[in-house]
């Protein structure tokens, strides 16, 4: 069967102009954040918040076969909600995940179309439901009143290089790990090879 595929194919990243403010994760940064998680961690349940594009789940099962996973997302034309086994078109901010969460990972809706108070709340409610907390978000919000007190708990800051957006100014990994005792790792973390 020529050009059957199983999962839809990869989204466009960016959707210029778009009211909802959409960008969705390029996979090859998907697959470097899930491979830097994969060092933490070892999940049997993910939840992907905001799925978008789904490139967060296409990542966690080429690393972790056979793991669980539950997506949401607000937007109901969201690709990445046919491919986890359980989805709900939600809210990230309120909906409780259907099972017990190892791990919640995505890249939060930021900016203009949604404001900085949904994206601290998106996190809030991720980092309380689940053993581990991965964001990727813009890196000036880490200097920003309502996020200052959950990077003060990171496990782990990377700031990702390149930048994944060419519209947006850095993106910064924050990882929240309930079982984390020591110091918050500082580290860089490349997704691709500079040309």
Same mark, same amino acid.
């Given at each position: 069967?020529?050009?059957?595929?199983?999962?839809?194919?990869?989204?466009?990243?960016?959707?210029?102009?778009? #009211?909802?403010? @959409?960008?969705?994760?390029?996979? %090859?940064?998907?697959? +470097? !954040?899930?491979?830097?998680?994969?060092?933490?961690?070892?999940?049997?349940?993910?939840?992907?918040?905001?799925?978008?594009?789904?490139?967060?789940?296409?990542?966690?099962?080429?690393?972790?076969?056979?793991?669980?996973?539950?997506?949401?997302?607000?937007?109901?034309?969201?690709?990445?909600?046919?491919?986890?086994?359980?989805?709900?078109?939600? #809210?990230?901010? @309120?909906?409780?995940?259907?099972? %017990?969460?190892?791990? +919640? !990972?995505?890249?939060?809706?930021?900016?203009?179309?949604?404001?900085?108070?949904?994206?601290?709340?998106?996190?809030?409610?991720?980092?309380?439901?689940?053993?581990?907390?991965?964001?990727?978000?813009?890196?000036?919000?880490?200097?920003?009143?309502?996020?200052?007190?959950?990077?003060?708990?990171?496990?782990?800051?990377?700031?990702?290089?390149?930048?994944?957006?060419?519209?947006?100014?850095?993106?910064?990994?924050?990882?929240?790990?309930?079982?984390?005792?020591?110091?918050?790792?500082?580290?860089?973390?490349?997704?691709?090879?500079?040309?």
């Amino acid at each position: 069967m020529s050009g059957f595929a199983l999962t839809p194919p990869e989204p466009v990243v960016h959707i210029a102009d778009d #009211d909802k403010g @959409r960008s969705y994760t390029p996979e %090859p940064c998907a697959r +470097a !954040i899930v491979w830097r998680l994969s060092t933490i961690i070892t999940p049997e349940t993910m939840w992907e918040p905001c799925v978008g594009g789904g490139a967060f789940i296409r990542c966690a099962r080429d690393a972790w076969p056979g793991i669980h996973v539950f997506a949401s997302d607000i937007d109901p034309d969201a690709p990445g909600l046919l491919m986890s086994g359980a989805s709900v078109v939600a #809210d990230a901010r @309120r909906v409780p995940p259907w099972m %017990p969460i190892n791990l +919640a !990972i995505t890249n939060p809706p930021f900016g203009k179309a949604v404001g900085q108070d949904v994206t601290v709340a998106i996190i809030a409610n991720a980092r309380n439901v689940s053993d581990v907390c991965a964001m990727l978000v813009p890196l000036d919000y880490l200097t920003q009143t309502g996020l200052e007190p959950h990077v003060r708990e990171c496990s782990l800051v990377a700031p990702m290089l390149p930048r994944p957006f060419p519209h947006e100014r850095g993106m910064v990994l924050l990882v929240w790990d309930k079982r984390h005792t020591g110091p918050c790792v500082h580290e860089q973390l490349r997704w691709k090879v500079p040309t």
